[in-house]
């Protein structure tokens, strides 16, 4: 029996038609995978990214506050380089200062023993105020420090100075503690240049006249001896006043006229007044001199020329 080649063909396309409407029903959609992928899918990866993101600016903010307190730090670091290195250097120099004091300190003191300024006692406060006034000098020269001024001044000292020194340096570290100058001159004067002392050279100023002394002579005890005085030369005029009082009468008034101010004015007067009385009083010597001799010339002419006639007169 033959078959129909249409009826197979209807079976096959009947069971293919039932079997590709199953198929069909399987088969993916691609506008329902990306509708799907937009909503739900897109959601997560959303949340995931902000996630992500979140993560990343903690991150960031954490970084950022690191790097502050990193920065906080090396600041911290460098400022303490900096002191640390000024320390340092500040050492190096106080160690360079200290060595340059040294070697002034020895050339100083070899200057002043070269100088004969060492101090063995004395019974003459002009000689005490001398030595005092000779260690000052040479200080200022060297710029010397007030520490060192003492331990130098006491290096000089010597003999009975010397242990007269160290009773004192003893006694006052344990009731006063370091020395200044100030506290070793006036130690130093209490001993060598007591008050008793002073009172009979402040009257010596006092009484104080020119005498037979040059101008320059007198200027120079006036100078010494004022240091006992200072009560009576408060200024420059005083001084000058003061000066004046002690000059010969002869010079004095001379200089009065011509009205100083200061002492330097009035001593550089009174050495042009003295130097003008001298070369007056020398006129006045040669001019006397000549007189004297001519009146023996003029005796001698008259003795001879008198004989030389007599001899000459014819006898009668």
Same mark, same amino acid.
Request: charged share 25%; aromatic share 12%; hydrophobic share 40%.
């Given at each position: 029996m033959k078959l129909r080649s249409g009826s197979k063909i209807d079976g096959n396309v009947g069971g293919g038609g039932r079997g590709g409407s199953s198929k069909e029903e399987i088969s993916p959609n691609p506008e329902q995978s990306v509708s799907a992928l937009n909503s739900a899918d897109m959601r997560k990866m959303k949340e995931q990214l902000d996630v992500i993101i979140g993560l990343v600016k903690d991150r960031l903010a954490k970084d950022c506050e690191m790097k502050e307190q990193l920065d906080v730090i090396i600041g911290l670091v460098k400022d303490w380089l900096a002191k640390d290195q000024e320390k340092r250097l500040s050492v190096i120099e106080q160690q360079a200062k200290g060595r340059e004091a040294f070697k002034n300190r020895v050339k100083l003191i070899q200057m002043m023993k070269e100088w004969?300024?060492?101090?063995?006692?004395?019974?003459?406060?002009?000689?005490?105020?001398?030595? !005092?006034?000779?260690?000052?000098?040479?200080?200022?020269?060297?710029?010397?420090t007030d520490e060192d001024k003492v331990t130098i001044a006491a290096f000089m000292l010597n003999d009975g100075a010397h242990y007269w020194w160290e009773s004192v340096e003893s006694s006052h570290r344990e009731t006063a503690g370091p020395i200044t100058w100030e506290t070793f001159k006036n130690a130093f004067y209490d001993r060598y240049s007591p008050w008793s002392l002073r009172l009979q050279k402040e009257r010596e100023f006092r009484d104080l006249k020119q005498g037979d002394r040059s101008v320059a002579e007198y200027e120079l005890e006036f100078s010494r001896l004022a240091r006992f005085a200072p009560q009576r030369v408060m200024n420059e005029y005083s001084r000058a006043s003061r000066f004046l009082q002690g000059l010969r009468p002869e010079i004095r008034f001379r200089v009065y006229a011509l009205n100083p101010k200061t002492l330097l004015e009035a001593s550089r007067k009174a050495l042009l007044v003295e130097s003008a009385y !001298?070369?007056?009083?020398?006129e006045e010597e040669v001019q006397a001199s000549n007189k004297q001799k001519n009146r023996k010339r003029g005796r001698y002419n008259n003795s001879h020329f008198g004989g030389w006639q007599n001899n000459r007169t014819p006898q009668m």
């Open positions: 004969n300024l060492e101090f063995v006692g004395t019974c003459d406060p002009m000689k005490a105020e001398d030595w !005092i006034m000779g260690m000052e000098k040479h200080f200022s020269l060297f710029g010397t !001298i070369e007056c009083e020398q």
